[in-house]
């Protein structure tokens, strides 16, 4: 079975838009994969962050995931700076990564034009996340298209590596599904509904109270038509929920359009908060039970027993080629 890694920052709450863009598709993913799935909170600190906001973000990220349908028993989950092998493996490549590949990243070009001062590690962490992927030989690393470039430079980097020191590490292949929901912004849905937005009536979190997720949905925006037709260059309020209504109950748009062909805005929109509410409800019940449990440090104790074994030998082996040895 080939091997797939990602990745999960611990900043935020997760969003609706999450839920159903990435995560669902995560689900369905760790029944084809030998999945590996890790809280990245090394790539988070590139940003200033809370100490305790953060400690209390990784296992609440963690449990929700949990929640939505990640299964503990088909991935193999762990805290990134719990396994010391990952900053380790990511100094020997960046000591085989040049200044003009890291310099050309999107991510760090857009970034760092908003902090008048950037840390070292925001334009470094790039190396940091190929040595993730590069320590298990993933095959597959799930991405947004926003996140594909850095998956082509831990194959550069793995491939430069492999060149000059011998057969060490897999090349892996960026995973990128075409059939994920794009959830847009309830106030703008010309926008992808985004947990920082600057408007947080349009967004949706999966820990958001029941009655605030159905004031959001009631207030969403829509058109003066008043025909529950899917049209997103016309109409992208109203389609923005026709696909929520899609992603959660399956159904296909054609028999949504179908089924509310005499309802008004009103009476859709009532529909819409119905079956979210259903579904978060669920998550957030499963949530509140794995919290406040032994369950996650006994998932996490097991994954990094595993991965820092694997990182590890990967890391003693690199030593080797590169010469760090006594002789």
């Given at each position: 079975?080939?091997?797939?890694?990602?990745?999960?920052?611990?900043?935020?709450?997760?969003?609706?838009?999450?839920?159903?863009?990435?995560?669902?598709?995560?689900?369905?993913?760790?029944?084809?994969?030998?999945?590996?799935?890790?809280?990245?909170?090394?790539?988070?600190?590139?940003?200033?962050?809370?100490?305790?906001?953060?400690?209390?973000?990784?296992?609440?990220?963690?449990a929700l995931y949990i929640a939505c349908g990640i299964d503990p028993n088909k991935n193999i989950?762990?805290?990134?700076?719990?396994?010391?092998?990952?900053?380790?493996?990511?100094?020997?490549?960046?000591?085989?990564?040049?200044?003009?590949?890291?310099?050309?990243?999107?991510?760090?070009?857009?970034?760092?034009?908003?902090?008048?001062?950037?840390?070292?590690?925001?334009?470094?962490?790039?190396?940091?996340?190929?040595?993730?992927?590069?320590?298990?030989?993933?095959?597959?690393?799930?991405?947004?298209?926003?996140?594909?470039?850095?998956?082509?430079?831990?194959?550069?980097?793995?491939?430069?590596?492999?060149?000059?020191?011998?057969?060490?590490?897999?090349i892996p292949e960026p995973l990128i599904s075409a059939s994920g929901t794009k959830i847009m912004?309830?106030?703008?849905?010309?926008?992808?509904?985004?947990?920082?937005?600057?408007?947080?009536?349009?967004?949706?979190?999966?820990?958001?109270?029941?009655?605030?997720?159905?004031?959001?949905?009631?207030?969403?925006?829509?058109?003066?038509?008043?025909?529950?037709?899917?049209?997103?260059?016309?109409?992208?309020?109203?389609?923005?929920?026709?696909?929520?209504?899609?992603?959660?109950?399956?159904?296909?748009?054609?028999?949504?359009?179908?089924?509310?062909?005499?309802?008004?805005?009103?009476?859709?929109?009532?529909?819409?908060?119905?079956?979210?509410?259903?579904?978060?409800?669920?998550?957030?019940?499963?949530?509140?039970?794995?919290?406040?449990?032994?369950?996650?440090?006994?998932?996490?104790?097991?994954?990094?027993?595993?991965?820092?074994?694997?990182?590890?030998?990967?890391?003693?082996?690199?030593k080797h080629k590169m010469g760090f040895m006594r002789v």
């Amino acid at each position: 079975m080939k091997k797939m890694l990602t990745g999960l920052q611990p900043t935020g709450v997760i969003t609706l838009g999450n839920y159903i863009g990435a995560i669902k598709q995560m689900v369905k993913y760790q029944d084809e994969y030998e999945s590996y799935l890790f809280i990245a909170d090394l790539h988070s600190i590139t940003v200033p962050q809370d100490p305790t906001e953060l400690s209390k973000n990784i296992k609440s990220l963690l449990a929700l995931y949990i929640a939505c349908g990640i299964d503990p028993n088909k991935n193999i989950i762990f805290i990134q700076s719990e396994n010391e092998y990952h900053a380790n493996i990511s100094w020997l490549l960046e000591c085989n990564t040049y200044y003009g590949e890291l310099s050309r990243m999107t991510q760090f070009k857009d970034k760092s034009k908003k902090q008048v001062n950037f840390t070292s590690g925001l334009f470094t962490y790039p190396v940091l996340m190929a040595a993730d992927i590069l320590a298990y030989d993933a095959d597959y690393v799930p991405v947004g298209v926003d996140q594909k470039q850095h998956v082509e430079l831990a194959r550069d980097i793995a491939i430069r590596f492999n060149k000059k020191y011998g057969d060490t590490f897999t090349i892996p292949e960026p995973l990128i599904s075409a059939s994920g929901t794009k959830i847009m912004d309830l106030v703008d849905p010309t926008k992808k509904m985004s947990k920082s937005s600057d408007n947080q009536k349009g967004v949706i979190r999966l820990l958001d109270d029941v009655n605030v997720i159905r004031k959001k949905i009631m207030g969403a925006t829509t058109d003066s038509e008043m025909i529950v037709k899917f049209d997103p260059i016309n109409k992208p309020g109203i389609s923005n929920l026709i696909n929520i209504y899609s992603a959660i109950t399956n159904m296909s748009i054609s028999d949504i359009e179908s089924k509310f062909s005499t309802s008004n805005y009103g009476q859709f929109k009532r529909e819409v908060a119905d079956v979210v509410i259903d579904e978060i409800t669920k998550i957030q019940n499963k949530y509140n039970e794995i919290i406040n449990s032994d369950t996650l440090n006994e998932i996490l104790d097991n994954g990094i027993k595993i991965t820092r074994e694997i990182a590890k030998k990967k890391f003693e082996d690199m030593k080797h080629k590169m010469g760090f040895m006594r002789v």
